[in-house]
């Protein structure tokens, strides 16, 4: 039996991963080999490969949305950021620039679209739902005054084909490889760091964090501004991958990643979430809409299973936390048996 003194010291992260973040990691497996047997073509490795390729920006960015929902706030604009960045990057090579200067230059665009949320959100301090779904309509906007209804397609071949190789003739994407790198690295961030403290103290408590010294509103700018670039990033590969910048490129991505994140066990109110269950959510959602779209089923349909994820992330931890609730009002309320029987025997 388990000491309880020894539960009351567990790291709070560690008791989540325990039980909703486990969970997830255990149905996106099941869901894998399940589909694996029962669905023609899934468990192909030419499949797993796109199903990674899939995943891929939808997790880049899910790393910082996670960290930005820890600290109860939102960022909507990402997939927008992906298509502007997308489409200057289309531009920019119009223009005669080489990949290299414009690699760097849209990652550093994306850091500045997100410096803009973040000066909104921590300085004017504007609702952050608000703020993003204004910049979402604005920069998916500007992204059609950069680039209108054309697309750019003569990327270079050295370029376009690493992103979409693989590992030594595997089944595993190249671009797989940075993904694991910045996953270890945001994780060892949010886990095992006072950066990490400081977001789950300012989600738990933004009045009780900056009580304790820690400057909630320089924090969450920056994790902005990481996010405005990691999506930068991800327009950069999406971009490399399908060898085509578009202004409408990854439309409606936003509603993935809320939900990939929603569905990993992050807290909407915030200071809850791992970053393990966050990544078994990517996995599941992109391993559901992968057997779907295998099934021929429409992308409308595609989106009806994502708001569905996304309500049952809403929902489901909510119920399981407030019956949890319950029952441990019920266990203080009832005497145990041990002080039953001592009450007897003094009588």
Not at 160 to 174: A, K
Request: with cysteine; hydrophobic share 55%.
């Amino acid at each position: 039996m388990s000491d309880p003194t020894t539960a009351a010291r567990r790291p709070a992260w560690l008791s989540r991963l325990a039980s909703w973040d486990v969970a997830v990691i255990a149905i996106a497996i099941v869901v894998l080999l399940v589909a694996s047997g029962t669905i023609d073509n899934f468990g192909t490795g030419r499949n797993y490969t796109f199903l990674l390729l899939d995943l891929l920006p939808i997790a880049l960015m899910a790393l910082p949305m996670t960290f930005i929902i820890v600290t109860g706030e939102i960022d909507l604009s990402v997939a927008s950021t992906l298509g502007l960045t997308s489409a200057v990057m289309g531009s920019l090579w119009n223009s005669g620039l080489t990949i290299e200067t414009i690699i760097p230059l849209c990652i550093v665009l994306g850091a500045v679209l997100g410096a803009v949320n973040g000066f909104f959100v921590t300085v004017l301090k504007l609702p952050s739902l608000a703020v993003t779904i204004g910049t979402m309509a604005l920069y998916r906007g500007l992204a059609f005054v950069v680039l209108g209804d054309s697309a750019v397609a003569d990327f270079p071949g050295s370029y376009t084909s690493w992103v979409t190789g693989t590992v030594g003739g595997s089944s595993i994407p190249n671009v797989l490889i940075p993904l694991i790198v910045l996953a270890i690295v945001f994780g060892v961030v949010l886990h095992a760091t006072p950066i990490g403290r400081g977001v789950f103290a300012a989600g738990a408590s933004d009045t009780a964090a900056r009580f304790a010294g820690i400057r909630t509103g320089r924090a969450k700018f920056w994790l902005y501004v990481v996010s405005g670039a990691v999506a930068g990033l991800a327009g950069v590969l999406w971009t490399l991958r399908y060898s085509s910048a578009r202004a409408d490129n990854g439309f409606g991505l936003e509603l993935a990643v809320v939900a990939a994140v929603l569905l990993g066990g992050v807290s909407i109110f915030g200071g809850k979430g791992t970053l393990p269950g966050v990544l078994g959510g990517v996995v599941l959602l992109s391993a559901l809409q992968n057997a779907l779209r295998l099934q021929d089923v429409s992308n409308e349909a595609l989106n009806i299973v994502t708001g569905v994820l996304l309500i049952i992330s809403v929902l489901l931890p909510n119920i399981l936390s407030s019956t949890r609730a319950a029952l441990q009002r019920r266990r203080r309320r009832s005497p145990s048996p041990k002080a039953g029987a001592l009450a007897g025997a003094e009588q």
